[in-house]
């Protein structure tokens, strides 16, 4: 995708200049792959595809993309505290340059992370870019409409129809407040989470020990699940409905919530009990607004609809170095298994479409929906034919 401002004084640029009082300095389209704010952009004139993610605190790149880009690496490695199963070994180093469309950020602070945890998630995704574009300008992510829009800080306003949180982003991610209780009548158990764009699937994702302390180790009915990807690995976890949550005032009834498993990393570092995340967001508008220590959300007419957790097949897939989806992780007790299925399985083909030529959103469509699926599998060369039954996990 090709970053191209959208036409000067259309209805979505007019609709922000009278709601919010401030011109846009640019307006870009974006495209949202399992969950994730891809946008195309350059780190020293090489062009790459990356996550805009608030919950980078410096630009996180594989290093096969950084191979020759001149970044002034660290010659000692640090372990990282991104979220993951593993601890990852990155270099640090500085961009003298990153690009996004005519946008333009000076020496950028990067990590170059040991393995690539970008690949295998669909299309090719060459890292993430975070702090430096929230702390430089003032964003609005308009998920109904798939846009990003960039102002100067010092000229946006904050609109009246949506809430207003001051965030501390001194750690260079933005730290918020969320609610949470374990029972209708429970008194609710405050959390302190970070605002984080690539928290795919969930509105909330909790560590362990918070959800010990707000007894949400209690509630039965939970299921085993992958909740994401992060820089070290898969993140696993159990996935369940909290009765009710409240992220300042927005009021959450039976959500689905992630409690993450993680041993170490992010998750289990006791810098915040969890995340916020892009099931809550891409049912509105979110602005991020460093200069000012600040994020509005204005929730989309959507809001209110029940919440799901939309995978029905119970499996994770991945795209290998063949082009073919392969199954990541197959859940215990799910129709995946029940089908036969195991990890390292190729998925071939389903109820006669094959499935090399879909993305990553074609195929969690396919597992919104219930009822039966035939199917073709490959595994270890041997074709198989198997039959999935869909349905809701939680």
């Known amino acids: 995708m090709n970053l191209i401002p959208l036409v000067a004084g259309s209805a979505l640029a007019a609709a922000s200049l009278n709601a919010q009082s401030a011109r846009p300095i640019a307006t870009y389209p974006f495209v949202l792959e399992d969950d994730h704010v891809v946008i195309d952009a350059s780190i020293n004139g090489r062009p790459g595809r990356f996550v805009l993610d608030s919950g980078s605190g410096a630009a996180a790149i594989a ?32 961009a003298s340059e990153v690009t996004i469309g005519p946008l333009v950020l000076a020496n950028v602070r990067v990590v170059v992370l040991s393995n690539n945890p970008f690949k295998g998630l669909g299309r090719a995704l060459d890292g ?7 702390a430089k300008w003032t964003v609005t992510i308009d998920f109904a409409n ?6 100067e ?35 609710p158990v405050i959390a302190k989470v970070m605002v984080d764009t690539g928290t795919p699937t969930f509105p ?8 010990a302390r707000a007894g949400l180790d209690h509630i039965e009915a939970r299921r085993e699940a992958v909740l994401g990807f992060g820089t070290n690995g898969i993140v696993m976890g159990d996935i369940l409905r909290v009765p009710e949550a409240s992220f300042h ?27 916020v995340g892009q099931a809550l967001f891409r049912r509105g508008r979110l602005t991020l607004d460093y200069a000012h220590n600040r994020i ?35 859940g215990e007790g799910t129709p995946a298994e029940e089908a036969g299925l195991a990890v390292g399985d190729k998925l071939i083909e389903l109820d006669g479409q094959l499935l090399a030529p879909l993305n990553r959103e074609q195929l969690r469509e396919i597992c919104i929906g219930e009822g039966l699926l035939s199917g073709k599998s490959v595994r270890r060369a041997e074709r198989r034919q198997f039959e999935l039954k869909r349905r809701k996990l939680i």
Request: net charge negative; glycine share 12%.
């Open 63 to 94: 290093s096969s993309f950084a191979e020759g880009l001149n970044l002034n690496l660290s010659e000692t490695p640090a372990t990282t505290s991104g979220a993951g199963r593993s601890a990852t070994q990155a270099r640090m180093g500085r």
């Open 296 to 330: 509005s959300f204005e929730p989309g007419k959507n809001f209110d609809d029940p919440w799901a957790y939309p995978d029905h097949c119970g499996w994770v897939l991945g795209k290998d170095s063949g082009g073919d989806w392969t199954l990541l992780h197959v």
């Open 128 to 134: 993430t870019l975070g702090y430096e574009v929230f």
């Open 249 to 275: 005032g927005l009021l959450l009834r039976d959500a689905v919530v992630g409690i993450s498993k993680d041993k170490t990393g992010f998750f289990a570092s006791g810098i915040a009990d969890g995340t």
């Open 204 to 211: 909330f994702v909790l560590s362990s020990g918070f959800a």
């Open 153 to 187: 800080p010092s000229t946006w306003v904050p609109s009246d129809s949506g809430v207003n949180i001051t965030v501390d982003v001194s750690k260079r991610i933005p730290f918020a407040a969320v609610e949470i209780k374990a029972a209708p009548d429970a008194a």
């Open 146 to 151: 798939k846009t990003l829009t960039f102002f």
